[in-house]
């Protein structure tokens, strides 16, 4: 009896946690994440901080294979915490990572030294820079050259796209915003990338649903730097759908009015719109000035409306002229308007 119970005890002791930790504790140091900062935009900045500037932070939290866990991360800035969650691992057989980031505000009461650290469970990266602010660089001057205006002739029994541009020049490299108004109505902000002394195009479209012809304002502003704005008129007048309705018609011819300067020949545009049953082919050709360019042949789209769009031409002569639209199949409808020039 006596030699049972000095096994068993030999059993039992050689069960107790002293002879399994030192493998707990390195299946728990396997488990442990690693953490690393991918980049900091837009790291140490010197320039101007006459409007906030943003700073994007980008890291990720990496496990070894293993069973599901969670992770708690953290990102620090200057020891204080700017953003914290607790991430979701699934069981794996590879190692694992989850992408992680953080977005903050900087403006002149944080300029000197600074420090971001990404935290997860012990593991830790970070990355140091700098903010200075300086003196706010002086706004650019932009101008206008010309302002392309809509004179839309066709029927307006359904909803009709618009549009208006303008070419801008400014002084120096810069980006500028711009918006479009319309009777009063503003458009949606936009932005465009300026070269310094490059003739630039801007604009925006929008739907008319008036039933009738009338004639309206539409203006350009220039959101930042100097502010230009440019305003002139546009018009629509409406023309009945013939009948007998033709198979192949044209239902409206939009020419761009041109304001602006004509130091050299204004650059100019239009668009015309065919209706027909869908897969009829049109063949079609413009005229400028009496003039025919090469024709081309498209297809009617399922819609039954059919959009067209002449190559920009110069008007050389620096003086209104005709725009003429013309189907050179099927019925062969044709449709002729004013090409205004107004030289300011």
Known sequence: MRWTTLLLGAVLLGGLPAVAGPASAAVAAADAPQVVIDGLTPGSYSGTC?????????????????????????????????????????????????????????????????????????ATAEQGFNFTCGPAAPPAYVTFHDMLTPLFRGE???AVGLRAEATVVADRDTEIQYRVVVDGVPG???????????????????????????????????????????????????????SPVPYVRISALTPMAYYGSCDEAPYLTAYGTFRAPAGTQVSYRWLMNGVPLESNMLTVPQSGMLQVQPAWWRQQSKQSGNLTLEVLNNDRPTLTVTQPVNCQ
């Open 50 to 122: 006459a409007a906030p500037v943003t700073y994007n932070a980008a890291g990720r939290v990496v496990l070894p294979p293993g069973p599901a866990t969670d992770v708690a991360y953290s990102w620090q800035l200057d020891d204080k915490e700017v953003r914290g969650a607790t991430l979701s691992f699934p069981e794996s057989t590879q190692p694992r990572s989850q992408a992680v980031s953080a977005t903050w505000n900087y403006g002149t009461s944080n300029a000197g030294a600074h420090r971001v650290r990404l935290v997860a469970q012990g």
């Open 156 to 158: 307006c029994n359904v």
């Open 188 to 242: 949606w902000p936009r932005s465009q990338q300026v070269n310094a002394g490059v003739k630039t195009h801007i604009g925006d479209f929008w739907y008319s649903s008036a039933q009738a012809g009338g004639s309206g304002s539409i203006r350009i502003e220039v959101l930042n730097h100097n502010k230009p704005v440019k305003e002139e008129a546009y018009n629509r007048v409406c023309r009945a759908v013939p």
